[in-house]
């Protein structure tokens, strides 16, 4: 029944190795799909209902209110609030720091643009956990813990090197004749960056806002170290109170996990079409 699916369009029999391909990505699917499925599932029934029943049962009887007793009941309309704040201010103003700066490398001639280039792909080699003791000691010298200066600082230092790294392929990649042009008319470098490598340069900044939205949303431990006050903490921090509480409340507690999950889903989904093209844009050697 599977055979015109799997046969190749204008192919006059399957290609076997056509076929194992298709079936190993259905069982990826599946392997990455179950976990996300039991939880929505679970989020929208009763404890008494996910300790009777198998696991991947649909719900007969949904449990919606669980999505809103969970809300109320984890304050998640302040952590959400942090979260939104947080990310829609970091995200684009790295990605437009990373995009100057690579530029910067790419184009602009500088003797200290090579050394300069090695201490940004320096800084994507260094795993930030191994740095949180001493991020906290520097934003507590500066009187910033609990802030939102505190946190932008470090999140903007550890994301903006791989981000410019990335983007310092694709534009070294971009013929110079685009840039000359350019620069004969009497563009300047601002000019011709916004001009010219920004508006070709999307796909790739696509791919990078899903990766640093993901990463800005989803990230836990320095958060954790920086935000004390629970009126700054974030989405994640605000889950592991709510999951320390009420851990026994399966339905609740699944549905604030759909609820922390469900925006960085939406953003892929959103601009998944950029996310290999963009990505592969910029894995771009000199």
């Known amino acids: 029944m599977f ?3 799997f046969r190749p369009v204008g192919s006059a029999r399957t290609d076997p190795l056509l076929v194992v391909l298709w079936i190993g990505l259905i069982l990826i699917c599946i392997i990455w799909l179950a976990p996300f499925v039991f939880i929505v599932f679970t989020s929208l029934k009763s404890n008494a209902t996910v300790m009777g029943g198998s696991p991947f049962a649909v719900p007969v009887d949904p449990e919606w209110s669980n999505y809103s007793k969970a809300w109320a009941r984890g304050n998640f ?14 995200v684009p103003l790295g990605l437009l720091l990373s995009a100057m700066a690579a530029y910067a490398l790419a184009r602009v001639k500088m003797r200290a643009a090579r050394f300069l280039l090695v201490l940004v792909i320096f800084g994507t080699m260094i795993p930030f956990q191994v740095m949180l003791a001493p991020i906290f000691k520097q934003v507590n010298s500066f009187g910033l813990i609990n802030s939102y200066l505190g946190i932008f600082l470090p999140y903007l230092a550890f994301g903006v090197p791989y981000q410019v790294f990335i983007l310092y392929g694709f534009f ?17 470098h601002f000019v011709t960056f916004r001009r010219i490598f920004l508006p070709i340069s999307l796909p790739v900044l696509s791919a990078l ?8 949303w989803n ?26 509480q009420f851990q026994s409340d399966y339905g609740q507690l ?6 922390t999950v469900l925006p960085a889903a939406i953003v892929y989904l959103i601009f998944q079409r950029y996310f290999v093209s963009g990505l592969t844009a910029g894995a771009v050697k000199e």
């Not at 070294?172 to 300047?188: C, M, N, Q, T, Y």
């Not at 990230?219 to 320390?244: C, H, K, N, Y």
């Open 3 to 5: 055979e015109n699916f």
């Open 77 to 90: 309309s302040t952590t959400v609030l942090n979260s939104v704040f947080i990310t829609f201010i970091k």
């Open 172 to 188: 070294k990649a971009v013929p110079r004749e685009l840039s000359e042009a350019a620069f004969i008319d009497g563009a300047s």
């Open 209 to 216: 806002l899903i990766l640093d939205f993901v990463a800005t």
């Open 219 to 244: 990230e836990f431990a320095m958060a954790l170290v920086i935000l004390q006050d629970p009126d700054r903490w974030t989405l994640p921090l605000g889950l592991m109170s709510f999951q320390s």
């Open 254 to 259: 699944n549905a604030a996990i759909v609820m």
